[in-house]
Each structure stands twice: as C-alpha cells, then as structure tokens.
C-alpha cells in the first residue's frame, strides 16, 4: 500500500545546481505534507512543509511545490550544497482523520563537488 | 533548540525478551508518537498518544506492543516479546498540535534494536 511514493531513490547533482526531489501521493484526503532529511543513524530532521490550501512554500533554499490535481509534490534545494547529501523523505497526513505520518521511500541526494 | 532525546541509543536483545524504549518530548508538546523503520524500507507510523491514551495505531502495533506515560516527561514503547522482525530502528516523535493540518511532528535521533 504505497499511498506515498518517490520514485527515485537516488540522484546526484553538482554543487551549486538545483535539486529536485520528486514525491507523488494516491490518498485524497491528504492535506498537509512535509519533507524531511534524514542522515545514517540519525532520526528524520524536519525541513519545509505544505498545507493543501497552498501550491507552493520556501524557506531559504528550499521550496516546496504542490499540484493537488496531478497529487505530485516536489522538493527544490538552490544552490545545492555537499552539506545537502542525505535521504530525503517526503511524508503526508490527514488532519480529517490523524496526523500519522505516511512516509515514502525516500531519496538519497548526493550533492558532489 | 529543544528536541526529542531517545534511549538507549542502540539496543540489543534476546528473542522473547521484553524491551523498554524510551523518549523524552519536547516539553511544550502534547502529543506523542512512535515509528518504525526496518533496514531499507521505509519509515512507518506504529501509534499515537495524547491526553494519556493511544489515539491510533497501525497494524504493526499488535497485543505485544504497549505505550506509556509513566512521568510528566517520559513516553515509552514497551515490546514484550520480542521477535527477530521486530529488528529496527525506532523512532520518537512529539508535536504540539493534532488533527491540525499545519502541525509538524519532530523526531528524536532513534532506538536500535537488534533481536537476536
């Protein structure tokens, strides 16, 4: 039951270029979503998040996009920095119902000099 | 900043032990959750807590499991028999809201439990 998927589970970009981490969702009755950076055994570090009212959020470097209509979600990281390399996981919730988290599968993000 | 502070950091066991994880939440926050994430798959929710009750839990979170409150600061997992797939990492997490679409859980650094 993949309600959240990331179809890439890796991607590798250039220092100083732009990082696009893909996320697609199936459950409609999602309405909040959040990213997440998670290093080798540590816990999941909050990054940026998106109400469903909202197409797009940023902080900093980072910037959120939300199309409720294809239920795609993308992360963008400008300018991307070695420091960014870890997994990131795209998660979603149902305020109507829970705040669980439903988590992807997550992506590693390799930033290289 | 405050954050999430879990215990012990790795813990390893026998099968059919019982185990206690601990974490401790970030003060202000009422409410309480734990997650799982088995070697390579991905991270999954195993129950949520507040006003001292469990408000949903997964499949995963069978008879075996058990939460708990003991103290204004605590919140722990509680696995009584431990099984060889319950092998993870072990997660924590707190937040200040619930069924609120703007809250945002933060997660503590994780519990490694490896079952022999």
């Given at each position: 039951d993949q309600q959240v998927k990331q179809n890439s589970p890796s991607l590798s970009v250039q220092e100083g270029r732009i990082s696009i981490l893909n996320c697609d969702y199936?459950?409609?009755?999602?309405?909040y979503f959040l990213w997440y950076k998670k290093y080798p055994a540590e816990g999941p570090t909050f990054l940026i998040s998106i109400s469903s009212i909202k197409d797009k959020n940023e902080d900093g470097r980072f910037t959120v996009f939300l199309n409720k209509s294809a239920k795609h979600l993308s992360l963008h990281i400008v300018?991307?920095?070695?420091?960014?390399?870890a997994v990131y996981f795209c998660a979603a919730s149902d305020s109507g119902t829970a705040s669980k988290l439903t988590f992807g599968t997550g992506t590693r993000l390799q930033v290289t000099l | 900043e405050p954050e999430v502070t879990q215990t012990p950091s790795h813990q390893v066991t026998q099968m059919g032990q019982e185990v206690i994880l601990r974490c401790v939440p970030?003060?202000?926050?009422?409410y309480f959750y734990w997650y799982r994430q088995i070697l390579g798959q991905k991270v999954e929710f195993l129950v949520s807590f507040y006003n001292n009750e469990i408000s949903e839990k997964s499949?995963?979170?069978?008879?075996?499991f058990s939460v708990e409150r003991p103290d204004g600061s605590n919140f722990t997992l509680k696995i009584r028999s431990t099984k060889l797939e319950d092998s993870a990492m072990y997660f924590c997490a707190s937040s200040s809201?619930?069924?609120?679409?703007?809250d945002t859980q933060y997660f503590g650094p994780g519990t490694r439990l490896t079952v022999l």
């Amino acid at each position: 039951d993949q309600q959240v998927k990331q179809n890439s589970p890796s991607l590798s970009v250039q220092e100083g270029r732009i990082s696009i981490l893909n996320c697609d969702y199936t459950n409609s009755m999602f309405d909040y979503f959040l990213w997440y950076k998670k290093y080798p055994a540590e816990g999941p570090t909050f990054l940026i998040s998106i109400s469903s009212i909202k197409d797009k959020n940023e902080d900093g470097r980072f910037t959120v996009f939300l199309n409720k209509s294809a239920k795609h979600l993308s992360l963008h990281i400008v300018p991307s920095q070695p420091g960014d390399s870890a997994v990131y996981f795209c998660a979603a919730s149902d305020s109507g119902t829970a705040s669980k988290l439903t988590f992807g599968t997550g992506t590693r993000l390799q930033v290289t000099l | 900043e405050p954050e999430v502070t879990q215990t012990p950091s790795h813990q390893v066991t026998q099968m059919g032990q019982e185990v206690i994880l601990r974490c401790v939440p970030i003060s202000n926050h009422l409410y309480f959750y734990w997650y799982r994430q088995i070697l390579g798959q991905k991270v999954e929710f195993l129950v949520s807590f507040y006003n001292n009750e469990i408000s949903e839990k997964s499949e995963i979170f069978d008879d075996q499991f058990s939460v708990e409150r003991p103290d204004g600061s605590n919140f722990t997992l509680k696995i009584r028999s431990t099984k060889l797939e319950d092998s993870a990492m072990y997660f924590c997490a707190s937040s200040s809201r619930y069924k609120d679409s703007t809250d945002t859980q933060y997660f503590g650094p994780g519990t490694r439990l490896t079952v022999l």
